[in-house]
């Protein structure tokens, strides 16, 4: 079975004693994951240590980091390399997501070399793709986000992929309180699993959990989490607020 993911990105929000007490007041909250569930907390950088601290033990729960460099180590004043991650137990890395391609021009051979680092240090990335509204208006969606996944993931083998989540985003929804319908989000979902299964075959394409993200929120996550080929979401805003995100987190199938 799929794993159903329901994953938190602050962004850059928040300072260390919100996020304690964020972390703390969810930890507290009624939630259960089961076998073939997962809740990820994607946090600024300086707040790593801290979440590995507060959810040491929690089955089921992973700290990401929100990026990464393509360098081990070296002179890269300000960035932060796989080693640093693995070296205090982070197992998760969002990449590619839409800000970072957009404000800091990330290509996707660029994301290419990122998604390579992390799997040759066992970390899981979570992988960003999505289009702009005048793409989606133009019905372009599926070519744009296609050529994303081919350019960025289609040199991976199929052990490769099999260790890669992908997290497609619409960004005219994020952020903005549009959300995708959840006819929208299958239809795409289905489309990204069926790139997928053209280059990995069918069994490969069904392992790969594919999350929705745009404006997901505790009112519309059991409805786009029903959809068949939606294996939970990337969540931005909502994550902020602890009982919304643990409604989400019980929302997973």
């Known amino acids: 079975m799929r794993k159903k993911i329901a994953a938190a990105n602050w962004k850059m929000n928040l300072t260390l004693q919100q996020g304690e007490k964020l972390l703390d007041d969810i930890i507290a909250?009624?939630?259960?994951?089961?076998?073939?569930?997962?809740?990820?907390?994607?946090?600024?950088?300086?707040?790593?240590?801290?979440?590995?601290?507060?959810?040491?033990?929690?089955?089921?729960?992973?700290?990401?980091?929100?990026?990464?460099?393509?360098?081990?180590?070296?002179?890269?004043?300000?960035?932060?390399?796989?080693?640093?991650?693995?070296?205090?137990?982070?197992?998760?890395?969002v990449l590619g997501h839409s800000e970072r391609r957009e404000y800091f021009n990330e290509s996707n051979q660029f994301l290419a070399d990122k998604v390579n680092i992390c799997l040759e240090y066992n970390i899981t990335p979570i992988f960003c793709c999505g289009e702009a509204l005048n793409i989606r208006e133009a019905n372009g969606q599926n070519e744009f986000v296609g050529t994303q996944i081919k350019e960025s993931l289609f040199h991976l083998t199929s052990d490769q992929i099999l260790k890669v989540v992908i997290a497609y985003e619409p960004i005219w929804a994020i952020g903005t309180g549009k959300t995708a319908s959840s006819d929208q989000a299958q239809e795409i979902h289905a489309y990204i699993r069926s790139v997928l299964a053209e280059k990995y075959g069918t069994a490969i394409a069904n392992e790969i959990s594919i999350l929705y993200g745009g404006s997901v929120k505790g009112s519309n996550a059991k409805e786009l989490f029903a959809q068949p080929d939606v294996d939970g979401g990337l969540v931005g805003g909502a994550s902020l607020n602890a009982q919304e995100f643990v409604t989400i987190i019980n929302s997973l199938p």
């Open 29 to 93: 909250l009624p939630h259960t994951l089961k076998k073939h569930q997962e809740a990820v907390f994607a946090v600024p950088f300086p707040y790593l240590a801290m979440s590995q601290q507060k959810v040491a033990g929690k089955e089921h729960v992973f700290i990401a980091a929100q990026n990464v460099y393509t360098k081990k180590s070296g002179a890269y004043t300000g960035e932060t390399s796989v080693e640093m991650l693995q070296s205090i137990g982070i197992q998760v890395v």
